[in-house]
């Protein structure tokens, strides 16, 4: 299974964009890149898959360069709801996987 | 449509006791994961069930833990003789047979702490 390395942790401001980068140099061909996001005293919650170039949904973008060896998750506009830990992993998208989370990064927002 | 239900929500047990967590997969999920998280940890995967089979204990205790999957009723994660070490938040996952995404449904967890 590929590791990743993201950020323990990220600071921001209400309105402001984050983008937090995961590195996964170990990525095989058939993995997904998937992000989660947990609050405090809750389960983890899927956020956003994707396998290269740019995903986009209601709540996230997720951009990964040609290489695969990397993903950035942007949140715009984060709000103080946004408070959070999210976790960066690198999925099998083939019969199940038994996800691996890492500590993931604790983004705090801001008044 | 309810999602992963797990309880109890919160649990206390006394050193040598035994800690039964259940958890009802959402409706049409026959593949459950529990996972565990300890304080300022990550999560980590402890076992991977379906319907009257379990796929994959790697990440279980040798010792003390159990788990299963029944035919009718919830996955059940039972824990004898409770270390203070156990205490932890346990989550338990599920996904839809086919159709497989990478994506899991967590429940709210369960918390145990041992006195």
């Known amino acids: 299974l590929a590791k990743t390395t993201q950020p323990i942790s990220m600071d921001s401001y209400e309105g402001q964009e984050v983008n937090i980068t995961c590195s996964h140099n170990n990525i095989a061909t058939n993995d997904y890149i998937t992000w989660y996001q947990q609050f405090p005293s809750q389960g983890p919650r899927f956020i956003i898959q994707?396998?290269?170039t740019k995903v986009t949904n209601e709540v996230a973008s997720l951009f990964i360069p040609a290489d695969r060896k990397s993903s950035t998750l942007s949140l715009p506009r984060v709000s103080l709801s946004d408070t959070a830990v999210y976790y960066c992993l690198v999925v099998l998208n083939s019969g199940y996987s038994t996800l691996t989370f890492g500590k993931g990064t604790m983004l705090l927002v801001s008044p | 449509n309810a999602g992963v239900m797990q309880n109890p929500r919160h649990l206390v047990r006394r050193r040598g006791q035994e800690a039964r967590l259940r958890c009802s997969p959402m409706k049409g999920h026959s593949h459950v994961y529990w996972y565990r998280q300890l304080p300022e940890e990550g999560l980590k995967f402890m076992v991977y069930?379906?319907?009257?089979?379990?796929?994959?204990e790697s990440g279980m205790p040798k010792e003390r833990f159990s788990a299963e999957f029944p035919k009718e009723g919830p996955s059940i994660l039972r824990i004898q003789q409770v270390v203070r070490g156990d205490s932890a938040a346990y989550f338990c996952a599920s996904s839809p047979i086919t159709g497989w995404t990478g994506e899991l449904f967590f429940g709210e967890g369960s918390r145990l702490t041992v006195l």
């Open positions: 994707g396998y290269k």
């Open positions: 069930l379906q319907k009257e089979n379990i796929i994959d």
